[in-house]
T-cell receptor, first 111, second 115 residues
């Protein structure tokens, strides 16, 4: 049972435009959500997080939106840059140090 | 300095063999994890240790045995390797702060190939 889903395995965006990566979850007990970025042959690195009591968190070019009623979150990258090309994992923290990851979305930013 | 390191980076071995993957973190974190990323790219938690104590064991076969000699190290030993064990294994660490998301720091991964 996959509790965190990223239904788009890949996304291509032109440099300078907005990238929107989506994530859906099923467990209403998740209280924090995180996005990780992964380059080939490296481990995932933390990007941004959001608490379930908020609906938006911003950090520079990255903004995460949370819609609790729809059990949906999204990561917006504006403007997109070629260096943003990577796999992005959505993750949900249900407490007790257990984080559930989605399957990832491969973003390609075209110069 | 590498925050979370794993050795080896690549491991190719025959079915039935026993192998170990080592992980070390120099961040002073209390909690360490092992994840498996399979061919479908699904990143799934296997174990977590907090101060050398097992916290999470996610229905992993008994052939997998984590060992934490101290809180900076969490090694993964795998007995009787099977073809389905082929995957990339990631070690991670975090500092449990009680409030907020516990950001995890990942190692570079170990690609295990079982022939």
């Amino acid at each position: 049972d996959q509790q965190v889903k990223q239904n788009s395995p890949s996304l291509s965006v032109q440099e300078g435009r907005i990238s929107i990566l989506n994530c859906d979850y099923t467990n209403s007990m998740f209280d924090y959500f995180l996005w990780y970025k992964k380059y080939p042959a490296e481990g995932p690195t933390f990007l941004i997080s959001i608490s379930s009591i908020k609906d938006k968190n911003e950090d520079g070019r990255f903004t995460v939106f949370l819609n609790k009623s729809a059990k949906h979150l999204s990561l917006h990258i504006v403007p997109s840059q070629p260096g943003d090309s990577a796999v992005y994992f959505c993750a949900a923290d249900g407490g007790y140090q257990k984080v559930t990851f989605g399957t990832g979305t491969k973003l390609q930013v075209i110069p | 300095d590498t925050a979370v390191s794993q050795t080896p980076k690549y491991l190719v071995t025959q079915m039935g063999n026993d192998k170990s993957i080592k992980c070390e973190q120099n961040l002073g974190h209390d909690t360490m994890y092992w994840y498996k990323q399979d061919s479908k790219k699904f990143l799934k938690i296997m174990f977590s240790y907090n101060n050398k104590e097992l916290i999470i064991n996610e229905t992993v076969p008994n052939r997998f045995s984590p060992k934490s000699p101290d809180k900076a190290h969490l090694n993964l030993h795998i007995n009787s390797l099977e073809l389905g064990d082929s995957a990339v294994y990631f070690c991670a660490s975090s500092q449990v702060v009680g409030v907020g998301a516990d950001t995890q720091y990942f190692g570079p991964g170990t690609r295990l190939t079982v022939l």
